[in-house]
């Protein structure tokens, strides 16, 4: 560890939750140098939807290396793009009837948001963007002001303006229709809201807390924005690709969005890669306007072609995922009811689900204590105090069972507080995860 503690800065955040060195990984394992076997429940926080390495990518992709694919190509046409774009276009867009344009921004999710973001200022002539609480939407300027989190707010160093915000779904409680409230808000013109150029909406908050709107909040949410004129932007870098159930985490509710960012599993195999894909009307770009040097990835092009190729040919792989989700909501149902004394509660949909726990030093010893057990799993929420599943969507049952069993493990001990859980050092120095052919066993 000496060479990241003595030159590498001191922003990093995962490495100081899972400190180990790692140098492999396949399907949902991970391993250290150690040995260490460990299942991924944070799957490069939702950029491996089709976990590490899968072999059908990864042949695709050493072959276009050893071709002298084109690697760097900024955005002149490339066959690998090409293929992408028809693929994508046959398989994705058609069977849904969207009509989009596909805008490649650089290879983060931020700076698809922040294209977004111009599009939508641009078409309509109108700087002011409602967000929601709780939302995360990057750390670049423009998609730091309509994120809500103060730690990330905080790091700006300036005032962040040109977003109002408003409050989710449920934040108010179910009595409160937040809908209602914005489309009052917007129909008065002493509210001190300006008209906006759009609104900007996940529709689960991953980073927030895994909120999930409900299917008719969403609805209501398209009509509003219908009605005041403004344009209707779902951020889909997280939930999207599948996570929520559906390729689309909107497509439940029957809506189209004017413009949608993608990013994260986009390439299958957590190549950088980001895309906006905006309804042609709002294509209004002037050549350039929006650029990048590393804006497209034909890399990229080839694993994202090969996912969905591979999983999004037919509807098989979207039942499987709703499959296990199923399952995930009744384990997740069951470890509340059993170890929660009524305080924690469940969230989510599809395979993006959490555990509420109350606070953060709950919810950080929990995740802590399944690590020692060989479950990498990570929090999230404004104090992060929500477990947060993001396990790959192709994992087994075998170890999707396995994984939440670890995690049930961990909440019961963290629960039972017999003595407190003692420190890391005195109680963990002495584990050994042994790997056999059935489960992890600790021994402590």
Known sequence: MKIFDEIESEVQSYARNFPRIFERAKGEYVYDTDGNEYLDFLAGAGSLNYGHNHPVFKEKLLEYIANDGISHSLDLHTEAKREFLETFQEKILQPRELDYMVMFTGPTGTNA???????????????NIISFTNGFHGVSMGSLAC??????????GLTLAGSSRMPYDGYMGDDLDTIEYMDKVLSDSSSGIDKPAAAIVECIQGEGGINACTAEWLRNLEAVCRKHDMLLIVDDIQAGNGRSGNFFSFEEAGIKPDIVTLSKSLSGYGLPFAVVLIKPKYDNWKPGEHNGTFRGN???FVTAKAAIDEFWSDDSFEKEVRRKGKYIEERLNKIVDEHGEGNF????????????????????QITNAAFRQGLIIETSGADDQVIKLLCPLIITDE?????IDILEDAVRLVCRRVDEIPEENDYFDDVVVEKNEEKTEVQA
């Open 298 to 300: 034909n890399m990229a």
């Open 113 to 127: 948001v922040e294209a977004a973001l111009k599009a939508a200022r641009s078409y309509t002539g109108r700087s």
């Open 147 to 156: 994120t809500g989190n103060s730690h990330h707010r905080g790091a700006a």
């Open 399 to 403: 170890n999707l069972k396995r994984g």
């Open 345 to 364: 509660t469940t969230r989510g949909r599809g395979m993006f689900q959490g555990i509420n726990c109350v606070n953060g030093d709950i919810a950080g």
